[in-house]
Protein backbone atom coordinates (compact mmCIF):
# COMPACT_ATOMS: atom_id res chain seq x y z
CA UNK A 1 0.00 0.00 0.00
CA UNK A 2 1.03 3.65 -0.98
CA UNK A 3 1.41 6.24 2.00
CA UNK A 4 1.92 10.18 1.13
CA UNK A 5 4.73 11.74 3.37
CA UNK A 6 6.23 14.69 3.82
CA UNK A 7 9.46 15.13 2.55
CA UNK A 8 12.04 16.21 5.15
CA UNK A 9 14.41 18.81 4.05
CA UNK A 10 17.41 18.79 6.18
CA UNK A 11 19.82 21.99 6.35
CA UNK A 12 22.76 20.16 8.27
CA UNK A 13 24.52 16.83 7.75
CA UNK A 14 23.05 16.04 11.26
CA UNK A 15 20.00 16.57 10.50
CA UNK A 16 20.55 14.28 7.32
CA UNK A 17 22.34 11.24 9.20
CA UNK A 18 19.70 11.28 11.91
CA UNK A 19 16.57 11.15 9.48
CA UNK A 20 18.35 8.66 7.66
CA UNK A 21 19.35 6.58 11.14
CA UNK A 22 16.20 7.02 13.29
CA UNK A 23 14.11 5.50 10.45
CA UNK A 24 12.51 2.34 11.08
CA UNK A 25 12.81 0.38 7.90
CA UNK A 26 14.91 2.97 5.65
CA UNK A 27 15.17 6.22 4.40
CA UNK A 28 15.22 8.19 0.78
CA UNK A 29 17.86 10.86 -0.15
CA UNK A 30 17.44 12.75 -2.66
CA UNK A 31 20.31 14.91 -3.35
CA UNK A 32 18.92 17.75 -5.76
CA UNK A 33 19.48 21.43 -6.25
CA UNK A 34 17.18 24.44 -6.81
CA UNK A 35 17.51 25.18 -10.69
CA UNK A 36 17.63 21.68 -11.82
CA UNK A 37 14.04 21.12 -12.85
CA UNK A 38 14.50 17.31 -13.39
CA UNK A 39 14.88 17.52 -9.47
CA UNK A 40 11.43 18.97 -9.18
CA UNK A 41 9.65 16.54 -11.24
CA UNK A 42 11.31 13.26 -9.04
CA UNK A 43 10.52 15.48 -5.75
CA UNK A 44 7.23 15.54 -6.71
CA UNK A 45 7.26 11.70 -7.78
CA UNK A 46 8.69 10.37 -4.56
CA UNK A 47 5.87 12.02 -2.20
CA UNK A 48 3.09 9.70 -4.04
CA UNK A 49 5.05 6.95 -3.97
CA UNK A 50 6.87 6.13 -0.25
CA UNK A 51 6.36 3.57 2.00
CA UNK A 52 5.42 2.88 5.45
CA UNK A 53 8.39 3.36 7.99
CA UNK A 54 10.49 5.10 5.02
CA UNK A 55 11.93 8.27 5.23
CA UNK A 56 11.99 10.97 1.76
CA UNK A 57 14.44 13.54 2.35
CA UNK A 58 15.56 16.49 0.14
CA UNK A 59 19.01 17.74 0.39
CA UNK A 60 19.60 21.05 -1.22
CA UNK A 61 23.59 19.82 -2.78
CA UNK A 62 24.03 23.85 -3.16
CA UNK A 63 22.92 24.60 0.23
CA UNK A 64 24.55 21.21 1.83
CA UNK A 65 27.55 20.93 -0.40
CA UNK A 66 29.74 19.20 2.62
CA UNK A 67 27.09 16.42 1.76
CA UNK A 68 27.12 16.13 -1.59
CA UNK A 69 31.24 16.38 -1.47
CA UNK A 70 31.13 13.40 1.43
CA UNK A 71 28.77 11.22 -0.73
CA UNK A 72 30.86 12.15 -4.04
CA UNK A 73 27.98 13.21 -5.90
CA UNK A 74 29.14 15.38 -8.43
CA UNK A 75 25.60 15.35 -10.53
CA UNK A 76 21.89 15.98 -9.33
CA UNK A 77 19.40 14.35 -9.51
CA UNK A 78 21.20 11.34 -7.73
CA UNK A 79 19.27 9.04 -5.29
CA UNK A 80 20.61 7.58 -2.00
CA UNK A 81 18.74 4.65 -1.00
CA UNK A 82 19.10 2.36 2.44
CA UNK A 83 17.56 0.05 4.31
CA UNK A 84 17.59 -1.32 7.30
CA UNK A 85 19.10 -4.67 7.81
CA UNK A 86 19.74 -6.87 10.71
CA UNK A 87 19.25 -3.79 12.55
CA UNK A 88 22.01 -1.60 10.92
CA UNK A 89 21.35 1.05 7.96
CA UNK A 90 22.98 0.45 4.91
CA UNK A 91 23.50 2.38 1.32
CA UNK A 92 21.62 -0.32 -0.77
CA UNK A 93 21.32 1.74 -3.97
CA UNK A 94 22.52 4.78 -6.18
CA UNK A 95 20.78 5.76 -8.99
CA UNK A 96 22.11 9.09 -11.36
CA UNK A 97 18.87 10.96 -12.59
CA UNK A 98 15.53 11.55 -13.11
CA UNK A 99 14.66 7.93 -13.93
CA UNK A 100 11.49 7.86 -12.68
CA UNK A 101 10.77 4.07 -13.72
CA UNK A 102 13.93 2.60 -12.46
CA UNK A 103 13.45 4.41 -8.88
CA UNK A 104 10.00 2.77 -8.71
CA UNK A 105 11.68 -0.64 -9.60
CA UNK A 106 13.91 -0.39 -6.49
CA UNK A 107 11.23 1.00 -4.33
CA UNK A 108 9.04 -1.67 -4.98
CA UNK A 109 11.25 -4.47 -4.65
CA UNK A 110 13.21 -2.79 -1.65
CA UNK A 111 10.05 -1.96 0.32
CA UNK A 112 6.52 -3.00 -1.05
CA UNK A 113 6.20 -6.13 0.10
CA UNK A 114 4.89 -8.69 3.39
CA UNK A 115 7.22 -9.34 6.21
CA UNK A 116 8.48 -13.28 6.17
CA UNK A 117 6.37 -13.03 9.59
CA UNK A 118 3.15 -12.93 7.87
CA UNK A 119 2.85 -16.43 6.63
CA UNK A 120 2.82 -19.58 8.06
CA UNK A 121 5.98 -21.10 7.22
CA UNK A 122 8.82 -20.21 5.00
CA UNK A 123 8.27 -21.92 2.15
CA UNK A 124 4.99 -20.00 1.90
CA UNK A 125 6.89 -16.88 1.86
CA UNK A 126 9.39 -18.24 -0.96
CA UNK A 127 5.98 -18.67 -2.75
CA UNK A 128 4.65 -15.47 -1.99
CA UNK A 129 8.29 -13.40 -2.75
CA UNK A 130 8.88 -15.75 -6.66
CA UNK A 131 5.39 -14.63 -7.37
CA UNK A 132 5.23 -10.87 -6.31
CA UNK A 133 5.96 -10.03 -10.51
CA UNK A 134 5.52 -11.72 -13.79
CA UNK A 135 9.50 -11.42 -13.78
CA UNK A 136 11.36 -11.67 -10.28
CA UNK A 137 15.23 -11.49 -10.32
CA UNK A 138 17.03 -13.09 -6.93
CA UNK A 139 19.98 -11.91 -6.91
CA UNK A 140 23.13 -10.61 -4.69
CA UNK A 141 22.37 -6.87 -3.93
CA UNK A 142 20.96 -4.49 -6.20
CA UNK A 143 20.71 -3.55 -9.92
CA UNK A 144 22.68 -0.25 -9.02
CA UNK A 145 24.60 -1.75 -6.79
CA UNK A 146 25.38 -5.41 -7.27
CA UNK A 147 27.61 -7.53 -5.01
CA UNK A 148 28.52 -10.17 -7.89
CA UNK A 149 29.41 -10.08 -11.59
CA UNK A 150 26.56 -12.25 -12.72
CA UNK A 151 23.84 -10.16 -11.06
CA UNK A 152 25.55 -6.83 -12.86
CA UNK A 153 25.33 -8.88 -16.23
CA UNK A 154 21.99 -9.94 -15.67
CA UNK A 155 20.78 -6.51 -14.93
CA UNK A 156 22.39 -5.49 -17.68
CA UNK A 157 20.36 -8.43 -20.04
CA UNK A 158 16.59 -7.13 -18.45
CA UNK A 159 17.87 -3.35 -19.22
CA UNK A 160 19.00 -4.62 -23.08
CA UNK A 161 15.33 -5.55 -23.56
CA UNK A 162 13.68 -3.35 -21.50
CA UNK A 163 12.48 -6.20 -19.01
CA UNK A 164 9.90 -5.02 -16.02
CA UNK A 165 11.04 -6.95 -12.77
CA UNK A 166 11.19 -7.06 -9.54
CA UNK A 167 14.19 -8.41 -7.57
CA UNK A 168 14.74 -9.36 -4.48
CA UNK A 169 18.55 -9.12 -2.32
CA UNK A 170 19.24 -12.77 -1.36
CA UNK A 171 22.11 -11.05 0.54
CA UNK A 172 19.86 -9.41 3.20
CA UNK A 173 18.20 -12.18 4.30
CA UNK A 174 20.38 -15.67 5.08
CA UNK A 175 17.07 -17.62 5.65
CA UNK A 176 15.87 -16.82 2.37
CA UNK A 177 19.20 -16.85 0.57
CA UNK A 178 19.80 -20.85 1.80
CA UNK A 179 16.38 -21.88 1.82
CA UNK A 180 15.35 -20.63 -2.06
CA UNK A 181 18.63 -22.77 -2.82
CA UNK A 182 16.88 -26.17 -1.98
CA UNK A 183 13.19 -24.83 -2.85
CA UNK A 184 14.25 -23.69 -6.23
CA UNK A 185 17.04 -26.65 -6.36
CA UNK A 186 19.36 -23.97 -7.81
CA UNK A 187 22.69 -23.81 -5.72
CA UNK A 188 23.77 -20.50 -7.10
CA UNK A 189 22.35 -16.96 -7.33
CA UNK A 190 21.12 -14.84 -9.29
CA UNK A 191 17.57 -16.81 -9.68
CA UNK A 192 15.43 -15.92 -12.64
CA UNK A 193 11.73 -16.76 -12.10
CA UNK A 194 8.92 -16.08 -14.88
CA UNK A 195 5.07 -16.64 -14.23
CA UNK A 196 6.51 -18.54 -11.29
CA UNK A 197 8.77 -20.77 -12.86
CA UNK A 198 12.01 -21.20 -12.56
CA UNK A 199 14.21 -20.13 -15.89
CA UNK A 200 17.82 -20.46 -14.35
CA UNK A 201 20.86 -18.18 -13.48
CA UNK A 202 22.64 -15.89 -15.54
CA UNK A 203 24.17 -18.30 -18.02
CA UNK A 204 21.13 -20.25 -19.08
CA UNK A 205 19.91 -16.41 -19.42
CA UNK A 206 23.12 -15.72 -21.45
CA UNK A 207 22.31 -19.03 -23.45
CA UNK A 208 19.26 -18.25 -24.29
CA UNK A 209 19.85 -14.74 -25.31
CA UNK A 210 22.80 -16.23 -27.80
CA UNK A 211 20.35 -18.46 -29.57
CA UNK A 212 17.68 -15.68 -29.89
CA UNK A 213 15.60 -17.43 -27.36
CA UNK A 214 16.05 -14.76 -24.47
CA UNK A 215 13.08 -12.47 -25.09
CA UNK A 216 10.30 -15.58 -25.48
CA UNK A 217 11.47 -17.28 -22.74
CA UNK A 218 11.28 -13.75 -20.36
CA UNK A 219 7.60 -13.03 -22.54
CA UNK A 220 8.76 -9.61 -22.97
CA UNK A 221 6.47 -8.85 -25.68
CA UNK A 222 3.66 -10.11 -22.90
CA UNK A 223 4.31 -8.10 -20.12
Same mark, same amino acid.
Given at each position: MLFFYHMQRPTTILEVDHAVQTATVGAVVHVGAPWCVPCDALNEHLQRKTYPGVAVLYVDAEALPSYAE???? $?? @????? !???? $??????? @?? $??? &?????? !????? /????????? &? $???????????? !?? /????????????SMPRCGFTGRLVELMEKYNVRYTFFDVWADDEVCQALKTFSDWPTYPHVYVDGELIGGYDICAQLDKEGKLVAALKVGSQ
Open positions: RQNI $EN @VPCLL !IYRR $ESGVMKL @VA $EIQ &GAKLEY !IDLNL /RSLFDHRSK &G $EFASLDDYLRFL !IA /RDRVMLFITGTP
